[in-house]
């Protein structure tokens, strides 16, 4: 049962990882690891960045 569970946790990262749902924790390393002496934004403030961006410089989305 462990195994299976375990699979399925493995599986459940990758997924998120590909539709980009960890991008949030991974600005989060990466501006803690770069030294950035600015606050972090928050969650949402990340959010609204990332797709505004996309919005005005779209690149290889499906829509």
Known sequence: MN???AGFRG???YLS?????DAYKKYLQ???A????SPTLTE???WR????RQDTNP???CC
């Open 11 to 13: 599986f459940a990262g």
């Open 17 to 21: 990882g590909v539709l980009g749902a």
């Open 34 to 37: 770069s030294g950035h002496t």
């Open 59 to 61: 690149q290889g989305r």
């Open 44 to 46: 949402r403030e990340f």
């Open 30 to 32: 990466h501006h803690e």
């Open 3 to 5: 195994a299976v569970l």
């Open 49 to 52: 960045d990332r797709t505004d």
